[in-house]
């Protein structure tokens, strides 16, 4: 990769996937693309345009001799729910400009997918890589959706597009904003800053989960991988930890004191129809894909930087 594209570069997934890309091929060669939420400090090239706007994407391409993109534009799981056909245009006609693009300009494309692709249906635990694909939520749907257009653009056109189903992310760089796994990390901010918080799942949930630098390093390491070990063009399952709520709660509680009150609301139906555990045996066979946090760690290094970033003891 020489010249990358990163759509959302300011999202949840974007805001530590940016500067990992800046660091490993220098900040004049990722381009970021965001729209409202710039952040005034950011330290790169960055341009603003919609994802909408094909003819502006193309001009970038262009203007950058672009190669790679990464396609991390998407409203999430909450935010789909409010506007259903607002999330199936951002979130589809999104990723086929993307791969349009991609056809016309011989591009290497990185999309992300989700365990939201899974349902009530999917086998809870151990869920394996092919397994049943029925989603309950739009953001499901448009995930299963892009698995399937991601395929057909590799086998129709020959497009080099990659792809992992990513668990509950915990960051402390981005705020939680419109996903339903945001309870793990919701807990650390209110934690920190209140000394309580509300879930609004019960202590009883379990879905896969997986720390920020964790789901950076699969990112960038399926990319890298040989284009002849990629055996999926849907995409990847991908797993670190399973933890209950209640789980999570007890190993913050070694740290700090939060006092947990579970008051499940629409989310929990969204959460109990995902996997509990995830068999991610084929992305460690064909790519090599170890994690390295666990529950322990991952909680530590969360309170470490939160401290320094909400400014508390």
């Not at 500067?19 to 091929?25: D, E, F, H, S």
């Not at 016309?104 to 992300?112: A, R, S």
């Given at each position: 990769?020489?010249?990358?594209?990163?759509?959302?570069?300011?999202?949840?997934?974007?805001?530590?996937?940016?500067?990992?890309?800046?660091?490993?091929?220098?900040?004049?060669?990722?381009?970021?693309?965001?729209?409202?939420?710039?952040?005034?400090?950011?330290?790169?090239?960055?341009?603003?345009?919609?994802?909408?706007?094909?003819?502006?994407?193309?001009?970038?391409?262009?203007?950058?001799?672009?190669?790679?993109?990464?396609?991390?534009?998407?409203?999430?799981?909450?935010?789909?729910?409010?506007?259903?056909?607002?999330?199936?245009?951002i979130n589809m006609n999104?990723?086929?400009?993307?791969?349009?693009?991609?056809?016309?300009?011989?591009?290497?494309?990185?999309?992300?997918?989700?365990?939201?692709?899974?349902?009530?249906?999917?086998?809870?635990?151990?869920?394996?890589?092919?397994?049943?694909?029925?989603?309950?939520?739009?953001?499901?749907?448009?995930?299963?959706?892009?698995?399937?257009?991601?395929?057909?653009?590799?086998?129709?056109?020959?497009?080099?597009?990659r792809s992992v189903r990513?668990?509950?992310?915990?960051?402390?760089?981005?705020?939680?904003?419109?996903?339903?796994?945001?309870?793990?990390?919701?807990?650390?901010?209110?934690?920190?800053?209140?000394?309580?918080?509300?879930?609004?799942?019960?202590?009883?949930?379990?879905?896969?989960?997986?720390?920020?630098?964790?789901?950076?390093?699969?990112?960038?390491?399926?990319?890298?991988?040989?284009?002849?070990?990629?055996?999926?063009?849907?995409?990847?399952?991908?797993?670190?930890?399973?933890?209950?709520?209640?789980?999570?709660?007890?190993?913050?509680?070694?740290?700090?004191?939060?006092?947990?009150?579970?008051?499940?609301?629409?989310?929990?139906?969204?959460?109990?129809?995902?996997?509990?555990?995830?068999?991610?045996?084929?992305?460690?066979?064909?790519?090599?894909?170890?994690?390295?946090?666990?529950?322990?760690?991952?909680t530590k290094e969360m309170?470490?930087?939160?401290?320094?970033?909400?400014?508390?003891?």
């Open positions: 990769m020489k010249k990358i594209l990163v759509t959302g570069a300011f999202g949840q997934i974007g805001s530590d996937l940016v500067p990992a890309l800046q660091k490993k091929y220098g900040k004049e060669n990722v381009i970021a693309i965001g729209h409202t939420n710039v952040p005034r400090d950011f330290d790169g090239v960055v341009e603003k345009v919609e994802i909408h706007e094909k003819g502006k994407l193309e001009e970038l391409i262009q203007k950058y001799h672009i190669d790679t993109i990464f396609h991390l534009v998407s409203l999430l799981s909450v935010k789909g729910e409010v506007d259903p056909s607002l999330t199936w245009d999104g990723l086929k400009f993307v791969l349009d693009l991609a056809v016309e300009h011989k591009l290497k494309v990185f999309w992300p997918s989700s365990i939201a692709a899974f349902g009530p249906t999917t086998p809870k635990e151990n869920t394996p890589q092919h397994t049943i694909l029925e989603p309950t939520t739009m953001y499901g749907v448009t995930k299963v959706a892009g698995e399937l257009l991601s395929q057909y653009y590799f086998l129709k056109y020959g497009v080099d597009v990513y668990p509950g992310i915990i960051s402390w760089k981005a705020e939680p904003g419109g996903g339903t796994s945001d309870y793990a990390v919701a807990i650390f901010y209110d934690g920190l800053q209140k000394g309580s918080y509300n879930c609004f799942v019960s202590k009883e949930t379990m879905i896969p989960m997986m720390y920020m630098d964790d789901a950076i390093r699969a990112t960038v390491q399926i990319m890298e991988a040989d284009e002849k070990i990629i055996s999926i063009r849907t995409s990847y399952n991908l797993a670190a930890v399973s933890f209950t709520a209640e789980e999570l709660a007890k190993e913050v509680n070694k740290h700090i004191s939060v006092s947990v009150i579970y008051q499940p609301d629409h989310r929990q139906k969204i959460a109990d129809s995902w996997p509990r555990s995830i068999d991610d045996s084929q992305a460690r066979v064909d790519w090599g894909w170890e994690h390295e946090y666990d529950l322990a760690k991952l309170i470490q930087k939160l401290r320094i970033k909400l400014k508390t003891r």
